[in-house]
Nanobody
Framework: QVQLVESGGGLVQVGGSLRLSCATSGHTFTTYTVGWFRQAPGKEREFVAAIGWSGGMTYYADSVKGRFTVSRGNGKNTVALRMSSLKPEDTAVYYC???????????????????WGQGTQVTVST
């Protein structure tokens, strides 16, 4: 059974930093893509960042470019999302998602992912 577990969320002040981690297990994918999405209260889930299997292909939402960095761990079973210069509008539940294969530009689409974590809350206070 494929499992994704997010960690690293919490409360941080405006301008601060957080590092989220997504640990994947229980799969037999030879290659897979991991995406990060977020959902704020009363809003739809939105794409944040994604990374392909090799780590060479990454995508970012315009709202986080230059502030967030997505990367794979050495074992490639974990993916980190480093967030800096956080703003109040970054407050949301952050989810990681995974699916087999390399998705290229489709990695920004939530419907492309079959497996999701439970989410971790990020709150940016003023």
């Amino acid at each position: 059974q494929v499992q994704l577990v997010e960690s690293g969320g919490g409360l941080v002040q405006v301008g601060g930093s957080l590092r989220l981690s997504c640990a994947t297990s229980g799969h037999t994918f030879t290659t897979y893509t991991v995406g990060w999405f977020r959902q704020a209260p009363g809003k739809e889930r939105e794409f944040v960042a994604a990374i392909g299997w090799s780590g060479g292909m990454t995508y970012y939402a315009d709202s986080v470019k230059g502030r967030f960095t997505v990367s794979r761990g050495n074992g490639k079973n974990t993916v980190a999302l480093r967030m800096s210069s956080l703003k109040p509008e970054d407050t949301a539940v952050y989810y990681c998602a995974a699916d087999r294969g390399e998705k290229a530009v489709r990695m920004v689409v939530a419907d492309e992912y079959d497996y999701w974590g439970q989410g971790t809350q990020v709150t940016v206070s003023t």
